[in-house]
């Protein structure tokens, strides 16, 4: 019960003025001191290595992979949200809880802004102990050699998203003080977490893109290595989160006990700022598109973000051709040269096989999403440029090493044909699976290395059987000519390729006309 | 206002026999306890998480994924279920009611299994909603090895603070979920008649009605923070 609708609104003199930012940093000061946000850091802490770190360690060493879990997907947000919620909406509901909601009425201050106080001082521990867990988390990859750079804008979403989850929370305490505010603003924050997630897996364009666990199309393999991570999203989020801690704390203005008329209408005026800063946020986030490197949001795109970053590649050599690769990733060095060694021997010599073999990031669509992209090979001398991102690396979403080769022989083998960005002619088909024969590749093993996860699109819709619905057995007319192709020996393949490759590319070969 | 004239008992209980009086002693003294723990506003919390469950079975709410996401809901329900009536053993009155309460060593765990039935009854009518994973022994398992972390952080660390066991049993739940084990201690990933998932779950309950009973919920150190 409170009497404030009764207390005067009291003007503070001159003097009491100057000293009001004072008064405001001790009271600050008290808050900090009697808050109860550090009672849950060495539970949250538990949990943030249990379920941020933890999954992230056995991925491979490259910082888009190691926080795609607990940052792109939002995961140290949902490890930190609840419980701050929770321990907010405690110390919101303090006054009620105690009795003393008339006692603060009638101080020198308005209600409202010693329970900002209290606020700032909960949103202080708990922002300022996600900053201080990441740091630690990001210090702990740092040590391991983690290749590229740290998503700094998803740090800044996640420390957004803490403050928001302390005021919400603190507000749901302010209006609903009770013991059961506390589980009650702690429960309701971990299932709108839980909520994003699923509507975030499932949407890749919309408003949905704002959810901050959405990790679709906006924390692609490129980025941090070959491109900056682009902000445009992040900023987004960023305005919504901030928004909806505005709404909340202005709403936590508007009840008569909260201060003067004054006081209440300015707290009216910060709640529909913070309603008109999340929906704008939303209505970016709507606009946004999938561009090659990542989402893009016209309002709010700076082109700078669209150059590459400038790096000195880490060359080796397999089959006498030189391979170039990004620094981030030196460490497969030996597992690409061991992939292309045997299908680059193949062809070594025949017009159209590379001199060059060099790394360039993925170019995504929103029609491949981030499956992995075709190789191709071009200019004078000859240079295949092979898209390698992150999400292609064993190790990386449950990928083996195995299927890593079998990945890098296939686009080969694929780019080698000519075939582009499609499934190719039938004679393409039937050549691309002797060669892949010829480099340790079983046919039986083909149909299922078709279907695998991570190639381009071209790859399940080839004519080749049951590649389409999952892999099947290895027959058909396709298949009987590349094991005619195959049964020839290396040197009389050799040269009918060299014959036969100019009208193999531009399609004009038949299955009939293979050897 | 002063109670120092007030030396006799009011009428109706000098009327009755001394053990109708000790009946209405009893009555009243539970009903207060009851009233000083907010039991009856559980009572009526409880209807969030059993709506919750009935609306995800009713209308098929699919969560995609594995064990983890599916059943994530469930979980969720019997979680909020477990910290309400976790945080209802927080008591207001500290020390002065240790010292004179002798029958709240009973009161204590008579509560909590009381709200404990009652919500594994409430969830379970939730349930008729739909097709729930494991069935009723699993809700019930999985309600009660949860309330037991809860009152087991109560008899630790506060009963104010009471959910965040249940909450953060959930959140490893799920690790553990997406991660495939298959520990006891993560009963829910437990098939529904597991020996071993059941004595987890159920030894957890019965340690923390142990713990609730003998300690009672903690008065903070700083019962200015927790109280």
């Given at each position: 019960?409170?009497?404030?609708?009764?207390?005067?609104?009291?003007?503070?003199?001159?003097?009491?003025?100057?000293?009001?930012?004072?008064?405001?940093?001790?009271?600050?000061?008290l808050?900090?001191?009697?808050?109860?946000?550090?009672?849950?850091?060495?539970?949250?802490?538990?949990?943030?290595?249990?379920d941020?770190?933890?999954?992230?360690?056995?991925?491979?060493?490259?910082?888009?992979?190691?926080?795609f879990w607990n940052?792109?997907q939002?995961?140290?947000?949902?490890?930190?949200g609840?419980f701050?919620a929770?321990?907010?909406?405690?110390?919101?509901?303090?006054?009620g809880?105690?009795?003393?909601?008339?006692l603060?009425?009638?101080?020198?201050?308005?209600?409202?802004?010693a329970?900002?106080?209290?606020?700032?001082?909960?949103a202080?521990w708990?922002?300022?102990a996600?900053?201080?867990?990441?740091?630690?988390l990001?210090g702990?990859?740092?040590r391991e050699?983690?290749?590229?750079?740290?998503p700094?804008?998803?740090?800044?979403?996640?420390?957004?998203?803490?403050?928001a989850?302390?005021a919400?929370?603190f507000?749901?305490?302010a209006?609903?003080?009770?013991?059961?505010?506390?589980?009650?603003?702690?429960?309701?924050?971990?299932l709108?977490?839980?909520?994003?997630?699923?509507?975030?897996?499932?949407?890749?364009?919309g408003?949905a893109l704002i959810?901050?666990?959405?990790s679709?199309?906006?924390?692609?393999?490129v980025?941090g290595?070959f491109?900056?991570y682009?902000?445009?999203l992040?900023i987004a989020?960023?305005?919504?989160?901030?928004?909806?801690a505005?709404?909340?704390?202005g709403?936590?203005?508007?009840?008569?006990?909260a201060?003067?008329p004054?006081?209440r209408?300015?707290?009216?005026?910060?709640?529909?700022a913070?309603?008109t800063m999340a929906g704008?946020a939303?209505?970016?986030?709507?606009?946004?598109?999938?561009e090659?490197?990542?989402?893009s949001?016209?309002?709010?795109?700076?082109?700078?973000n669209?150059?590459?970053?400038?790096?000195?590649?880490?060359?080796?050599?397999?089959?006498g051709?030189?391979?170039?690769?990004n620094p981030?990733?030196?460490?497969?060095?030996?597992?690409v040269?061991?992939?292309?060694?045997?299908?680059?021997?193949?062809?070594?010599g025949?017009?159209?096989?590379p001199?060059?073999?060099?790394?360039?990031?993925?170019?995504?669509?929103?029609?491949?999403?981030?499956?992995g992209?075709?190789?191709?090979i071009?200019?004078?001398?000859?240079?295949l440029?092979?898209p390698?991102?992150?999400?292609?690396?064993?190790?990386?979403f449950?990928g083996?090493t195995?299927q890593?080769?079998?990945?890098?022989?296939?686009?080969?083998?694929h780019?080698?044909?000519?075939?582009?960005n499609?499934?190719?002619t039938?004679a393409?088909?039937?050549?691309?699976?002797?060669?892949?024969?010829?480099?340790?590749?079983?046919?039986?093993?083909?149909?299922?290395?078709l279907?695998?996860?991570g190639?381009p699109?071209?790859?399940?819709t080839?004519?080749?059987?049951?590649?389409?619905?999952?892999?099947g057995p290895?027959?058909?007319p396709?298949?009987?000519?590349?094991?005619?192709l195959?049964a020839?020996?290396?040197?009389?393949?050799?040269?009918?390729?060299?014959?036969?490759?100019?009208?193999?590319?531009?399609g004009?070969l038949?299955?009939?006309?293979?050897? | 206002?002063?109670?120092?004239?007030?030396?006799?008992?009011p009428?109706?209980?000098?009327?009755?026999?001394?053990?109708g009086?000790?009946a209405i002693?009893?009555?009243?003294?539970?009903s207060?306890?009851?009233?000083?723990?907010r039991?009856?506003?559980?009572?009526?919390?409880?209807?969030?998480?059993?709506?919750?469950l009935?609306?995800?079975?009713y209308?098929?709410?699919?969560?995609?994924?594995?064990?983890?996401?599916?059943?994530?809901v469930p979980?969720v329900a019997?979680?909020g279920?477990a910290?309400i009536i976790?945080?209802?053993?927080?008591?207001p009155?500290?020390?002065?009611e240790r010292?004179?309460?002798?029958w709240?060593?009973?009161?204590?765990?008579?509560?909590?299994?009381?709200?404990?039935?009652?919500a594994?009854?409430?969830?379970?009518?939730?349930?008729?909603?739909g097709?729930l994973?494991?069935?009723?022994?699993?809700l019930?398992?999985?309600?009660a090895?949860m309330?037991?972390t809860?009152l087991?952080?109560?008899a630790?660390l506060?009963?104010?603070?009471a959910?965040i066991?249940?909450?953060?049993?959930?959140?490893?739940?799920?690790?553990?979920?997406?991660?495939?084990?298959t520990?006891p201690?993560?009963?829910?990933?437990?098939?529904?008649?597991?020996v071993?998932g059941?004595?987890?779950a159920?030894g957890?309950?019965?340690a923390?009605l142990?713990?609730?009973?003998?300690?009672?919920?903690?008065?903070?150190?700083?019962?200015?923070?927790?109280?």
């Amino acid at each position: 019960m409170t009497a404030a609708a009764d207390v005067p609104v009291r003007h503070l003199p001159p003097r009491a003025r100057r000293a009001a930012p004072l008064s405001a940093a001790r009271l600050l000061r008290l808050e900090l001191r009697r808050n109860a946000v550090p009672w849950i850091l060495l539970l949250v802490a538990a949990l943030f290595w249990f379920d941020s770190y933890r999954p992230s360690a056995t991925t491979p060493p490259i910082w888009v992979l190691r926080t795609f879990w607990n940052m792109g997907q939002g995961h140290t947000i949902i490890d930190f949200g609840p419980f701050v919620a929770g321990v907010a909406a405690w110390m919101g509901s303090r006054d009620g809880r105690r009795g003393t909601a008339d006692l603060v009425t009638a101080t020198a201050r308005p209600r409202y802004s010693a329970q900002l106080a209290t606020w700032a001082a909960t949103a202080v521990w708990a922002v300022g102990a996600y900053l201080a867990f990441v740091c630690v988390l990001f210090g702990v990859y740092a040590r391991e050699g983690v290749q590229g750079s740290p998503p700094w804008w998803w740090v800044a979403v996640g420390a957004a998203a803490v403050t928001a989850f302390s005021a919400a929370g603190f507000t749901i305490g302010a209006l609903y003080p009770s013991r059961f505010a506390a589980p009650l603003a702690a429960f309701g924050g971990f299932l709108v977490m839980t909520m994003s997630s699923q509507t975030g897996f499932s949407h890749t364009s919309g408003w949905a893109l704002i959810l901050p666990t959405n990790s679709n199309g906006n924390y692609q393999p490129v980025s941090g290595i070959f491109y900056p991570y682009l902000p445009d999203l992040p900023i987004a989020r960023v305005m919504f989160l901030t928004g909806i801690a505005v709404v909340a704390l202005g709403l936590l203005g508007l009840p008569a006990g909260a201060g003067g008329p004054l006081l209440r209408r300015g707290a009216g005026a910060i709640t529909l700022a913070g309603v008109t800063m999340a929906g704008t946020a939303v209505g970016l986030a709507a606009s946004a598109r999938l561009e090659p490197h990542g989402m893009s949001i016209p309002a709010l795109h700076d082109a700078a973000n669209d150059r590459p970053i400038a790096y000195t590649p880490v060359c080796g050599r397999t089959a006498g051709v030189p391979v170039c690769l990004n620094p981030a990733y030196r460490s497969i060095m030996a597992d690409v040269a061991a992939a292309l060694r045997p299908v680059l021997g193949q062809v070594a010599g025949l017009p159209g096989a590379p001199g060059r073999v060099i790394q360039v990031g993925g170019n995504y669509s929103s029609t491949e999403g981030e499956a992995g992209q075709a190789m191709t090979i071009s200019g004078d001398p000859l240079v295949l440029r092979m898209p390698l991102d992150a999400g292609d690396l064993p190790g990386a979403f449950g990928g083996t090493t195995t299927q890593f080769t079998d990945q890098l022989r296939l686009l080969f083998v694929h780019a080698f044909a000519g075939v582009g960005n499609g499934a190719g002619t039938p004679a393409q088909q039937a050549v691309q699976a002797a060669l892949l024969q010829g480099a340790g590749m079983p046919f039986a093993a083909q149909p299922k290395a078709l279907s695998g996860y991570g190639l381009p699109s071209w790859a399940l819709t080839t004519d080749l059987p049951g590649s389409a619905d999952g892999p099947g057995p290895a027959t058909g007319p396709v298949y009987a000519a590349a094991r005619r192709l195959a049964a020839l020996s290396p040197a009389a393949r050799h040269a009918w390729l060299a014959s036969h490759l100019a009208a193999l590319r531009a399609g004009r070969l038949t299955l009939a006309q293979l050897p | 206002m002063t109670a120092a004239g007030v030396r006799t008992p009011p009428p109706e209980a000098a009327a009755a026999s001394p053990a109708g009086q000790s009946a209405i002693a009893a009555l009243r003294l539970t009903s207060l306890y009851l009233e000083s723990r907010r039991i009856p506003a559980a009572l009526g919390l409880l209807a969030g998480p059993v709506v919750l469950l009935w609306a995800s079975l009713y209308w098929h709410w699919s969560i995609a994924g594995g064990a983890a996401a599916r059943d994530l809901v469930p979980l969720v329900a019997e979680t909020g279920a477990a910290a309400i009536i976790a945080v209802t053993t927080h008591g207001p009155f500290g020390d002065p009611e240790r010292a004179t309460g002798r029958w709240l060593p009973y009161l204590r765990p008579a509560a909590a299994l009381l709200l404990t039935t009652a919500a594994f009854g409430a969830l379970a009518a939730g349930s008729l909603g739909g097709r729930l994973p494991g069935g009723s022994m699993t809700l019930l398992r999985n309600l009660a090895g949860m309330t037991g972390t809860g009152l087991l952080v109560a008899a630790v660390l506060s009963g104010a603070f009471a959910w965040i066991g249940p909450m953060a049993y959930m959140l490893v739940t799920e690790g553990a979920l997406a991660g495939g084990w298959t520990t006891p201690w993560v009963w829910p990933a437990r098939p529904p008649h597991d020996v071993g998932g059941a004595l987890c779950a159920y030894g957890v309950f019965a340690a923390g009605l142990v713990a609730i009973t003998l300690l009672g919920a903690r008065a903070a150190s700083r019962p200015a923070l927790l109280e």
